[in-house]
């Protein structure tokens, strides 16, 4: 049995309200790359590492996700990215905080994982290690979408918290002015009974310059060990507060996949980390559980496709 799942990012209050004019455009591009990489990995093609890099990849190629090109723009008006991945049969992770050129973070992690040494690389020494490794490289400026800059300038304009306009389409918006998260990422079981996860993010609209959250931090954005693949998505500062990913594996050991993944939001919580998570484990178990008004998800399992938004997942 193979699993891929995804997620494009968590947010809002209340109840669903359905969809806005732009979620046609991201539940495509989910369901596309799940039914493309499921089936490859599902014909041994792929390994859980590289199926998790080119789903977040294809995430990051989708303006509308807030990861690679369309990111959102941090206090001065620029965009930095962050991605991590993790492989769990030996717990190898690479890790890349800050990037501005490189189209693919999440690859350019990927390549420190392969690597070895080090694990984590910020600035512009994470790009420059992109380009030695053949990784593509972009002006700044191809990252930012009208979108992007619209939420910026009123951020700026209205002196709004960071990340209070991340939800917003400019189309129509699913939660006002609350925060949102579109950090995206994906877990993945193979053929062979291994996991691995990845996640990559722009971070929030307004953020300060250097600011690092939960992306980029092994053990809480991102977790892969021998049985289970944890991403998550939510404020980042709670999850890095709470180690919320391995904590997803310490209590999986003990409580279950559905039981742990209930529990990690309980923990986070307290601390204004609302958000959520998605796992998969080497007996094929998945879940998917968000704690907002909405998360962004999909999953290809048996030969089957399934995405979703609000409450429920549809077969795609």
């Not at 590289?50 to 789903?55: D, G, I």
């Not at 941090?74 to 991945?85: K, L, W």
């Not at 390549?111 to 020494?125: D, E, F, K, R, Y």
């Not at 700044?140 to 619209?150: D, G, V």
């Amino acid at each position: 049995m193979v699993v891929l799942a995804v997620h494009g990012g968590a947010g809002g209050d209340g109840p669903w309200r359905g969809m806005t004019d732009a979620d046609p455009q991201r539940i495509a591009c989910m369901a596309a790359l799940l039914e493309e990489l499921g089936e490859r990995l599902n014909n041994g093609d792929l390994d859980a590492l590289e199926a998790v890099t080119l789903a977040v990849e294809a995430m990051e190629n989708e303006p509308l996700f807030n990861a690679g090109r369309g990111s959102v723009l941090d206090e001065n008006g620029n965009v930095g990215m962050d991605a991590s991945i993790m492989r769990g049969v030996d717990k190898a992770a690479g890790s890349v905080i800050g990037l501005t050129t490189t189209r693919h973070p999440v690859r350019a992690a990927q390549h420190l994982l392969l690597q070895g040494w080090p694990v984590m690389l910020a600035g512009p020494s994470g790009d420059d290690f992109g380009k030695r490794h053949h990784v593509e490289q972009m002006e700044p400026s191809w990252f930012e979408t009208e979108l992007r800059k619209a939420q910026w300038e009123k951020w700026k304009a209205q002196r709004l918290r960071p990340g209070a306009t991340d939800e917003e389409d400019a189309l129509l918006d699913h939660d006002g002015e609350q925060d949102g998260w579109g950090t995206v990422g994906a877990v993945a079981l193979d053929a062979r009974g291994q996991v691995a996860a990845a996640t990559s993010t722009g971070g929030m609209t307004g953020k300060p310059v250097g600011r690092v959250g939960d992306t980029a931090i092994i053990g809480a954005g991102t977790w892969a060990d021998q049985t289970i693949a944890v991403s998550c998505t939510g404020v980042g500062e709670a999850f890095i507060r709470t180690v919320a990913a391995h904590s997803m594996a310490v209590h999986h050991r003990t409580e279950g996949l559905e039981k742990a993944a209930l529990k990690v939001l309980e923990e986070v919580g307290p601390l204004g980390g609302r958000g959520g998570l998605i796992a998969v484990n080497t007996d094929g178990e998945v879940v998917m559980p968000f704690q907002t008004m909405l998360m962004y998800r999909g999953v290809y399992a048996d030969g089957t496709c399934q995405v979703g938004i609000g409450p429920d997942l549809i077969q795609s």
